[in-house]
């Protein structure tokens, strides 16, 4: 039986070819599983650069003015006129109102006569209790009281006459009786003596403490004070601004007598906030800390400040629950035209500080052999090469951490979340065409 000849058709060919390309895709697809079995694809990476890292703590509070005034008054007059409303800058001394004055002017000119008059009745007195004093001085000095005077006169009478009837009587010329009379109106003129002496001195006296007591009224300037108290409240009658500010608050109405703060001034140049820190975060907030104070009105404007001071104590409402806090203000240093007096501010208190350092997100971090490693992508051929790089890690964040370390430096690109990536991978950049 003859063997029949093969025929090499298209149809042959066709079956051929179609193996060939099935045998070739098989061993293709078994190379391609090989080469690509070390390969991560799709790999996020940050570039390495030095930067500054905070530690803040956020807080918020309100916008007051750290140099404010109220202005009131203690008169009981009515308002006559306004000068300044709400919002309107003022400078230290301007006008703010007036009260109505009429019955205080008034009472001035009254008490102006009741002065004059005063006065002049005082130095008529004054004088006249001069000459007095001066005169009683001068008789009592000189012996010339004229009662003193005619006491002696009268004594030396009754004296020459008792020693007289003496002589007689003891010359028989003269009788017991006679002589008792002489004795008798001797001794009263003693005493009668004795008393203008007595009287003259109480004379002297008095006419000394009338004298006083006229000093004592000229120098009496009662009137004098009550009428410089008027005027004083007629002074005070017309309110100004005790320094420069704006009108933050008005109650004075015109007609209405004034009860308690008429005007608040505040100085809006000199602004601060004050807050409540949380009991975690007292310990890390020291005054001279910086802030960056924001508001919905100043939109993302950074507004630089510095905390001021903290409360040694906590805030008495807080203590005993679980919410402790310590009131602490700060200042504002940045000029913003659109930050105003009672605005909610969001702030953020830097408690640390790190200048020029390298810093990645802890999701880059892997912990290896008890130290930090990170991933680094380098450079080979058309693709990456995963490398471990050694670190040392400093200053925490709530999202990011500094690290140092011999192996680092600007533009090396850390792999973000390299969980699973072993040095000496081939890396995939996102982004990057596939090899």
């Known amino acids: 039986m003859k063997r029949k000849k093969f025929k090499f058709t298209k149809k042959v060919a066709v079956i051929l070819a179609v193996a060939v390309l099935v045998l070739a895709f098989g061993a293709y697809s078994f190379s391609l599983r090989a080469k690509t079995k070390d390969i991560h694809t ?3 990476t940050t570039k390495l650069e030095k930067t500054t890292l905070q530690d803040t703590v956020a807080v918020s509070g309100t916008v007051h003015s750290d140099d404010s005034s109220n202005v009131y008054t203690t008169l009981t007059y009515p308002v006559k006129t306004i000068s ?4 309107d800058k003022v400078k230290k001394g301007d006008v703010l109102a007036v009260l109505d004055t009429a019955t205080l002017e008034q009472d001035i000119e009254q008490q102006q006569y009741t002065a004059a008059d005063s006065d002049k009745s005082a130095a008529v007195a004054l004088a006249q209790a001069k000459r007095a ?5 001068y008789l009592n000095n000189n012996g010339l009281n004229s009662d003193v005077v005619a006491a002696e006169a009268a004594l030396k009478t009754a004296g020459d006459t008792y020693n007289y009837k003496k002589l007689l009587y003891e010359n028989g010329q003269a009788s017991k009786s006679e002589l008792n009379q002489a004795q008798s109106d001797y001794e009263k003129a003693q005493k009668s003596l004795t008393l203008a002496q007595n009287q003259a001195d109480q004379n002297l006296k008095n006419a000394k403490d009338s004298y006083d007591s006229a000093v004592s009224k000229a120098d009496d300037k009662s009137a004098d004070i009550g009428l410089e108290k008027l005027k004083k409240n007629l002074e005070d009658s017309v309110i100004t601004a005790p320094a420069d500010g704006t009108v933050t608050a008005k109650s004075a109405a015109v007609g209405a007598v004034p009860t308690g703060v008429m005007f608040t001034i505040a100085n809006t140049d000199n602004l601060i906030v ?9 310990p890390s907030v020291k005054a001279g800390n910086p802030v960056t104070v924001q508001t919905d009105a100043t939109g993302d404007a950074k507004i630089k400040g510095t905390v001021a001071s903290i409360a040694p104590a906590a805030t008495s409402s807080t203590e005993g629950t679980g919410n402790v806090t310590y009131a602490a203000k700060v200042k504002i240093n940045d000029k913003n035209s659109s930050l105003r007096i009672g605005m909610k501010a969001r702030m953020d208190i830097v408690v640390q500080e790190r200048r020029d350092i390298f810093v990645v997100p802890y999701d880059t971090l892997l912990q290896k052999g008890g130290g930090s490693v990170i991933m680094v992508a380098e450079k080979a051929g058309t693709l990456y090469k995963a490398k471990e790089v050694p670190v040392t890690t400093g200053l925490e964040t709530d999202v ?5 370390g011999s192996g680092l430096k600007d533009g ?24």
């Not at 004093?133 to 001085?137: P, R």
């Not at 090396?412 to 090899?435: F, R, W, Y």
């Open 42 to 44: 799709n790999i996020t």
């Open 84 to 87: 300044a409303d709400v919002g």
């Open 133 to 137: 004093y001066d005169n009683a001085l």
């Open 274 to 282: 004050d807050m409540e820190i949380k009991e975690m975060d007292a």
């Open 400 to 404: 990011s951490i500094e690290i140092s």
């Open 412 to 435: 090396l690109l850390v792999i973000g979340n390299p969980d699973g990536i072993s040095s000496g991978d081939t890396v995939q950049l996102a982004g990057e065409a596939k090899e």
